[in-house]
């Protein structure tokens, strides 16, 4: 492509802009903010993690210097940010559904109007933030909530936490709550066919970790009316998420960031923690076992990431970038997404996300144009 029609393309009002790294087969849904703001556009070079970021005030085509990057318009139109503090209405709850046998194993159920969208509804499952020590299932966001209104059910799941309940157990019950949904949730007509899972931070982790999965460090008692489904998913949605949890607690040279991701990587693992600059001293194997890079496969799901691109506690060039490669290696552009926001820390907001493109990317899974 020319540097003139990369200049029409990047100027385009309205317009997604879906940069492509051809070496690497990455997709990046890239506009962070739609006219009358300029656009920006976020690029990720082959050889460098960090990115460089460019507007269409610039006279110069914006990637013209990056020869390994071609720019693609995605004809996504609309407003990609909805304002700081927006909430949806308030849909039909139904609270407290027990999906597995355990007390804490429980889910409450946002569902979409009747009238509007009959039938069966697409599902999203959504594990909530908190370093997997802290909060449960009240603690939503927007940015999934908002998809109630676009007739998808949402299901925010409480999960066990750490430290009395160490990794595998909050992953499993994941697993459990994908089976519930595709078995005794058809009585509130969630489609078993369009499961997706999405998180927050820990959550989200804990979200694409159960989509690389399937059938792998399950739970040791399936509950014979969820035994008759798998726990494989249509999609994932990873918002900020930790993935290689070898690096989680020696990413970043801030002290205090770093005591703290110790601190939680050894809670949810069950790690010893010494004294920096000593790594924490975990069961062998186990660091890597809680990671995404070793289980992705030709299998892995669509996958839609989003991070700040100041985050501190989860850098991107270390948690997001090199798993989207590795995930597009296997899968392909189309079922790679990942939006790096300018000058955002770990708590994305729904004014900061953009919205259009995770639009976009949950329409086309239900569909079947991703996959």
């Not at 931070?201 to 014979?224: D, F, K, N, Q, Y």
Request: hydrophobic share 45%; aromatic share 6%; with cysteine.
């Amino acid at each position: 492509m020319g540097s003139a029609s990369v200049r029409r393309s990047v100027a385009r009002a309205g317009v997604l802009i879906l940069v492509a790294l051809v070496s690497s087969a990455v997709t990046v849904t890239s506009v962070f903010a739609l006219a009358p703001r300029p656009t920006l556009v976020r690029v990720i070079s082959s050889t460098d993690a960090s990115a460089a970021t460019t507007t269409t005030r610039s006279r110069r085509a914006p990637v013209a210097a990056v020869p390994s990057y071609r720019v693609v318009p995605i004809p996504v139109v609309g407003r990609d940010t909805l304002p700081a503090g927006w909430h949806p209405p308030a849909p039909r709850i139904v609270h407290s559904i027990q999906y597995g046998p355990a007390a804490w194993e429980k889910l409450d159920l946002y569902l979409p109007d009747a009238t509007r969208f009959p039938g069966v509804r697409p599902v999203i499952l959504f594990m909530h933030a908190g370093g997997w020590i802290a909060y449960n299932r009240v603690i939503t966001t927007p940015v999934i909530q908002r998809q109630v209104m676009r007739g998808y059910a949402v299901a925010s799941i409480e999960y066990a936490l750490a430290p009395a309940h160490r990794f595998p157990t909050p992953l499993q019950d994941v697993k459990l709550a994908i089976r519930w949904a595709k078995t005794l949730g058809a009585s509130y007509r969630l489609d078993a066919r369009k499961v997706i899972v999405a998180g927050g931070s820990a959550g989200a982790h804990l979200a694409t970790l159960a989509a690389v999965t399937p059938g792998r460090l399950e739970p040791a008692v399936i509950p014979a009316p969820l035994a008759r489904a798998d726990d494989t998913v249509a999609a994932v949605v990873d918002m900020v998420g930790p993935t290689d949890l070898t690096a989680f607690d020696r990413e970043t040279g801030d002290p205090t960031v770093s005591s703290y991701a110790r601190h939680l990587g050894s809670e949810l693992l069950g790690c010893a923690n010494p004294a920096p600059p000593a790594p924490l001293q975990c069961p062998a194997g186990r660091e890597r076992a809680a990671s995404i890079a070793p289980y992705v496969s030709n299998a892995a799901p669509p996958i839609f990431m989003a991070y700040g691109g100041t985050d501190t506690l989860v850098p991107p060039s270390i948690q997001a970038v090199p798993l989207a490669k590795l995930w597009a290696a296997h899968r392909g552009t189309n079922a790679v997404w990942l939006e790096i926001v300018p000058r955002q820390g770990h708590n994305l907001t729904v004014d900061q996300f953009n919205n259009t493109a995770l639009d976009a990317f949950l329409d086309g899974v239900v569909r079947g144009a991703i996959r």
